[in-house]
């Protein structure tokens, strides 16, 4: 855990795709390279592209997958955890709570 931790610290955490790519190697336990390229691949930019802050800043936005400003219209929170569960096909614990809490699966 704390290998990902500084992985996704040094990319710059949610200000970039370190989030992300953090979120990889701990679900699906893929080394660091391994995780770039899957989560680059899944946002559709270039491995070089996820540790830009001006690239991932305005993909962020656009897919609504949370950012480390608070924007107005933009998801926060356990809104942008279900998209991102969504959007890199994993399981994310406190979406899958939630959606136990509600009694149904959200999309």
């Not at 370190?18 to 979120?23: E, I, K, P, Q, S």
């Not at 989560?39 to 830009?52: F, I, R, T």
């Not at 949370?66 to 107005?72: N, T």
Request: proline share 2%; hydrophobic share 45%.
């Amino acid at each position: 855990m704390s290998g990902a931790h500084n992985f996704a610290s040094g990319m710059g955490g949610i200000r970039t795709a370190g989030d992300l790519v953090a979120r990889m190697e701990i679900a699906r336990g893929m080394k660091i390279n391994e995780a770039k390229e899957y989560v680059a691949k899944k946002l559709g930019v270039s491995v070089v592209d996820l540790s830009d802050p001006v690239v991932m800043n305005e993909l962020r936005k656009d897919l609504d997958i949370g950012s480390a400003y608070v924007l107005p219209g933009v998801a926060q929170g356990i809104d942008a955890k279900f998209r991102i569960a969504e959007l890199l096909d994993i399981e994310i614990n406190s979406v899958k709570k939630f959606e136990e809490r509600i009694g149904r699966k959200l999309k």
